[in-house]
T-cell receptor, first 113, second 118 residues
Framework: GESVGLHLPTLSVQEGDNSIINCAYS??????FIWYKQESGKGPQFIID?????DKRQGQRVTVLLNKTVKHLSLQIAATQPGDSAVYFC????????????FGGGTRLMVKP | DVKVTQSSRYLVKRTGEKVFLECVQD?????MFWYRQDPGLGLRLIYF???????EKGDIPEGYSVSREKKERFSLILESASTNQTSMYLC?????????????????FGPGTRLTVL
């Protein structure tokens, strides 16, 4: 069946290091992917998205990589800061019309000072 | 600043009660969504609406209904609350369906309502 999953439920990194959060998806028809950040007590916040016609997209301190061959998505955070501590979700569009998203279970990123 | 607001941050109800969760967005967005969020399961779509009076079932619509009488307001209704509906409920809105517009400024979530059913 269709699924979006994460390899690690918790990731602990040192402040200043780079973080890599991974996500696997199984629906080869998915053509749009999103990363969300959710801080404690808040709703998910959009970070970055990527379409399937791209393999890399960069934002401010964040990069998303898409490997369609192995159906793998990753979020890289450069120079991780304490404010990056949160739960990160990947999501894929579920149908070709783009009306529905399927979310992964989430990875908790903990930044050590 | 853009806003998606939800009527309550915390709610405690009893089994069998009818529960209304309200969501309001001030961005004139076409599409609105209701998700529930449970530990380890991520966000699961309950219902969404792409226009006033229009609704579509998501992945887990059983036990829920929705109402979209005005563009800015999307209500989630638990007809007869049960303990397995204890969860965090998140509302979201987008200008266009996710995946079509794709812009970074088009997807917004509310702060969530933590519902406990006793």
């Amino acid at each position: 069946g269709e699924s979006v999953g994460l390899h690690l439920p918790t990731l602990s990194v040192q402040e200043g290091d780079n973080s890599i959060i991974n996500c696997a998806y199984s629906n080869s028809a998915s053509d749009y992917f999103i990363w969300y950040k959710q801080e404690s007590g808040k709703g998910p916040q959009f970070i970055i998205d990527i379409r399937s016609n791209m393999d890399k997209r960069q934002g401010q301190r964040v990069t998303v990589l898409l490997n369609k061959t192995v159906k793998h998505l990753s979020l890289q955070i450069a120079a991780t800061q304490p404010g990056d501590s949160a739960v990160y979700f990947c999501a894929e569009n579920k149908d070709n019309a783009g009306n529905m998203l399927t979310f992964g279970g989430g990875t908790r990123l903990m930044v050590k000072p | 600043d853009v806003k998606v607001t939800q009527s309550s941050r915390y709610l405690v109800k009893r089994t069998g009660e009818k529960v209304f969760l309200e969501c309001v967005q001030d961005m004139d967005h076409e599409n609105m969504f209701w998700y529930r969020q449970d530990p380890g399961l991520g966000l699961r779509l309950i219902y969404f609406s792409y226009d006033v009076k229009m609704k579509e079932k998501g992945d887990i619509p059983e036990g829920y209904s929705v109402s979209r009488e005005k563009k800015e307001r999307f209500s989630l209704i638990l007809e007869s609350a049960s303990t397995n509906q204890t969860s965090m409920y998140l509302c979201a809105s987008t200008l266009a369906p996710p995946g079509l517009a794709g812009g970074p400024d088009t997807q917004y979530f509310g702060p969530g309502t933590r519902l406990t059913v006793l």
